[in-house]
């Protein structure tokens, strides 16, 4: 009898924080006046019994552990302002800086998939409003990985080999890996496809100034006494914040993370640039935060249309799934070159987005058993390629004209049969007609 009420106060009591800290806008302690002042000497130390009480609660594990780290942020004089983000927790500090600490779930062991059985020629697509206006006008690609040992790396190396296919390379997309430093993510510019694997925090705040939604990708870079001199005036004007999660060790520790006023600042894309977020919240319409990254994001295209997909939570089949938008897209039929999706028989010809998320899903990827959704949003008007793609070819032998079915760039490209240039007659979205 003593152990069930022992468990029953246990389980009232977490009830209890749960419900008062289940919304930031409910949590409403002392806000200080005036300015605060927080050294890196102090900001480092609380950072250190953040590392030590995340350790001591199994690193955040579980609902009961995150509710019990968040009873101990509100002993914390550093923090003013605590409370639930999702499935993840957030501080202020005194000084108005953000920390995020946010769940990571590992992902679910991989396997292989079933061919699609889709058809060769599937029927045409005669509508005018089904066409995209042009393919993205770069051809650089930018794979970043923000992830550490902890996780499963090797995606982006994957997607690398799906780009640089027998099958795919002919197009010239130039493919480059980098690391999701801040440095590097500074540095985007006219990318024609961004792909970032990170962790993903987003929330709604409590802060000194009232509401606030945040989005947070979090970088490489750990936080320490000489990067906070470093990177000081990104974190006064919030372009930066902190995120704990685990890294290369199951241990959390802290990083910077970019926010939606840092995309605004420093990175933009090419036209019509295809983006994916492989990160929790990618695609959370239910945070404003989230909202506001994904549109920062997509203004920054060089003519303002960009196609964004994203995650609605935290994905555990991120890599099937992103290997498989990628391969679809590209036509690439990579499943030989080391990653974890089939090859198809026969090999299938380029497809848009549309049509490889409803394949996909028809497959039972861009799920997650937890719920979690790849979503996209294109301002594309019409439909979202990364390469041109024949559907069917007819042939008028009285007139000797080969008339090229599929989805083609508006601008006039080159026709060859066996490398040989053939001269073109006409070309449109939908056909081309040639000698």
Request: contains cysteine.
């Amino acid at each position: 009898m003593k152990k069930i009420i022992s468990c029953s106060l246990v389980l009232a009591s977490i009830i209890a924080i749960l419900t008062a800290c289940s919304g930031p806008e409910e949590i409403t302690p002392p806000i200080s006046a005036g300015d605060t002042i927080i050294t890196v000497e102090e900001r480092m130390e609380v950072f250190e019994a953040c590392k030590k009480k995340s350790a001591e609660l199994n690193n955040l594990e579980g609902l009961e552990d995150r509710i019990n780290f968040l009873a101990w942020l509100a002993t914390q004089p550093a923090f003013y302002s605590y409370g639930f983000a999702g499935e993840d927790l957030y501080a202020v500090f005194q000084d108005g800086r953000v920390v995020l600490f946010v769940h990571t779930p590992l992902d679910e062991p991989t396997g292989g998939r079933m061919s699609s059985g889709r058809t060769l020629k599937p029927p045409a697509n005669t509508s005018p409003q089904g066409r995209v206006e042009d393919l993205p006008k770069s051809k650089k690609v930018s794979l970043f990985n923000g992830m550490g040992r902890y996780f499963d790396p090797n995606n982006r190396d994957a997607i690398k080999g799906i780009f640089d296919s027998p099958n795919t390379n002919k197009h010239g997309y130039v493919v480059v890996e980098k690391e999701a430093t801040i440095a590097n993510l500074k540095a985007v510019s006219d990318d024609a496809v961004f792909y970032i694997h990170t962790h993903g925090g987003a929330g709604q705040l409590h802060t000194k100034k009232g509401p606030r939604p945040i989005m947070a990708l979090w970088t490489t870079e750990l936080v320490t006494a000489g990067t906070e001199v470093t990177y000081k005036t990104d974190l006064d004007e919030e372009r930066l914040c902190y995120t704990f999660a685990t890294h290369h060790t199951e241990a959390s520790e802290p990083h910077y993370a970019i926010t939606s006023l840092f995309v605004r600042e420093y990175m933009s894309f090419g036209e019509n640039c295809f983006i994916y977020l492989d990160a929790c919240n990618g695609f959370n319409e239910s945070i404003p935060g989230n909202v506001t990254f994904r549109e920062r994001m997509i203004a920054k295209a060089t003519n303002q249309k960009a196609t964004f997909v994203g995650w609605t939570e935290s994905p555990t089949t991120y890599k099937q799934t992103a290997q498989f938008v990628f391969d679809r897209l590209l036509g690439a039929n990579a499943g030989a070159t080391g990653g974890i999706i089939s090859q198809e028989d026969p090999f299938q010809r380029p497809f848009d987005l549309d049509q490889v998320f409803a394949d996909m899903r028809s497959e039972g990827l861009g799920v997650s058993p937890n719920g979690a959704e790849l979503k996209y949003k294109t301002t594309v008007e019409r439909e979202v390629l990364l390469r041109p793609t024949i559907e069917y070819v007819e042939v008028d032998e009285y007139t000797s004209r080969m008339i090229i079915y599929g989805l083609f760039p508006s601008e006039q490209g080159h026709v060859g049969v066996n490398n040989v240039s053939v001269a073109v007659d006409s070309w449109s979205p939908y056909g081309i007609t040639c000698i």
